[in-house]
């Protein structure tokens, strides 16, 4: 197991509601904002949404914004993300890591992370 463990994936239809969570061993990501991302065959990884150390200030992308809800305990090393109402178009691999520093806003590039990637989460959305 690596440092990152995503779960919670699954196949959803349009208007349900998905939970994902990602643990961090290892290096103390309470110290640290985490974000999530999400993949597609042949695309870059992109931000999904981020939260800072404390747990507040969360952070979306324009495309998951008033639909997907991130959270975390302060200090702990476990992020979620609430998926409601989503779409097609929200059918990836969802990752989560570590920012360089405090806040979100830091980690919008994923390759301002800090862990080595984990598996990932795949979600399907069936309309």
């Known amino acids: 197991q690596g440092p990152l463990t995503e779960s919670g994936g699954g196949l959803v239809h349009t208007g349900g509601s998905l939970r994902l969570a990602c643990t961090a061993t290892?290096?103390?990501?309470?110290?640290?904002?985490m974000a999530w991302y999400r993949q597609t065959p042949g695309q870059e990884r992109i931000f999904v949404a981020g939260?800072?150390?404390?747990?507040?200030?969360?952070h979306y992308a324009d495309s998951v914004k008033g639909r997907f809800t991130i959270s975390r305990e302060r200090g702990k090393n476990t992020v979620f993300l609430q998926m409601t109402d989503p779409k097609p178009e929200d059918t990836a691999a969802y990752f989560c890591n570590i920012c360089n520093g405090p806040v979100s806003t830091m980690c919008i590039r994923a390759r301002d992370t800090r862990e080595v990637w984990g598996q990932g989460t795949l979600v399907t959305v069936s309309s």
């Open positions: 290892g290096r103390t990501a309470g110290n640290f904002a």
């Open positions: 939260i800072n150390l404390i747990g507040a200030s969360p």
